[in-house]
């Protein structure tokens, strides 16, 4: 059974920066692309980042968070990360991290997912 743990969630003013962390149980971690998803109140889960297993392999981000967000991994570790910088009242969520058995943007290509973990952005 594989676990997804997020942290590193937290509040923040705008103009400020967090990093997430996603730890992941198994040993197949690096065959994987790994995602981050977020949901704010009364909206649907959006797609922020994703990364193919090699740490330096191809990355996607959500236009509205390129340039702010960087999404790596640490395959020995079994983590990946999402570092936000500039973060704005809009950036407010639940943060997903999540395994994919192939890198895409919809969430459906996504089959473990974390609890989720709370960033919120004041102005």
């Known amino acids: 059974q594989v676990q997804l743990v997020e942290s590193g969630g937290g509040l923040v003013q705008a103009g400020g920066s967090l990093r997430l962390s996603c730890a992941a149980s198994?040993?197949?971690?690096?065959?994987?692309?790994m995602g981050w998803f977020r949901q704010a109140p009364g909206k649907e889960r959006e797609f922020v980042a994703a990364k193919n297993w090699r740490s330096g392999g191809t990355t996607y981000y959500a236009d509205s968070v390129k340039g702010r967000f960087t999404i790596s991994r640490d395959n020995a570790k079994n983590t990946v990360y999402l570092q936000m910088n500039s973060l704005k009242p809009e950036d407010t969520a639940v943060y997903y991290c999540a395994r994919g058995q192939v890198l895409t943007t919809t969430p459906t290509g996504y089959d473990y997912w974390g609890q989720g973990t709370q960033v919120t952005v004041s102005s």
């Open positions: 198994g040993r197949t971690f690096s065959m994987y692309a």
